[in-house]
């Protein structure tokens, strides 16, 4: 079974974080809910407290496949700010393992240099920080082992692209239809 983890700082995009979550545990693929701070406890940008799985300090990245990251603020510059996950980003990157940001996270990407002559895409606002990249308009974009999409309203696109990099396009297109997604 593949095994992702979702890093959430506080001033993370609720929708964006969960809607992922929620999408891979009913494909049956292992997400865990990090959080980079000391506390089980974050808070969205909007309010709502999430109690994450465990902390940075306790995921053994050896064990996982795709580092999944959230969007909203002050959530992407919380994430972006954190040098331990970002050292791990570049690792993953370095080896080909899957990557993939939502809304204003994908700007991380591109401010390491990891998206240079790759598509990408994120929140409209955000483009100017995909540095390198060939902006995509798309919900969302999959090039090699990185993924990105652009916003709250691209939440179940995004996670269900990223159960087809595990599961496989018949099984994203079956749990789409189990939610009734865009029937």
């Keep these: 079974m593949a095994k992702t983890a979702i890093f959430m700082a506080d001033g993370f995009e609720e929708i964006e974080g969960l809607t992922v979550v929620d999408l891979l545990r009913r494909a049956g693929i292992e997400i865990s809910m990090v959080s980079i701070s000391d506390s089980l406890m974050v808070k969205g940008s909007h ?7 465990k902390l940075f ?24 700010n ?9 690792e993953f990157d370095k080896a080909g393992k899957y990557i993939s940001a939502i809304c204003a996270a994908p700007g991380v990407f591109g ?9 990408a895409c994120s929140y409209p606002a955000c483009e100017d920080q995909l540095t390198g990249a060939d902006v995509q308009k798309t919900e969302t974009t999959v090039d090699g082992h990185i993924l990105t999409s652009r916003g709250m309203g691209t939440a179940i696109a995004y996670g269900l692209a990223i159960v087809e990099r595990f599961q496989g396009k018949e099984a994203a297109d079956k749990l789409g239809e189990n939610i009734v997604y865009k029937l």
């Design 82 to 90: 954190y040098e331990p996950l970002k050292e791990k980003i570049a």
């Design 57 to 80: 300090k306790e995921v053994n990245f050896d064990e996982l496949d795709m580092i999944i990251l959230p969007g909203g603020q002050p959530g992407t510059t919380n994430l972006d």
């Design 47 to 53: 309010g709502i407290k999430v109690q994450v799985d």
């Design 111 to 119: 401010r390491m240099g990891i998206l240079k002559g790759k598509k």
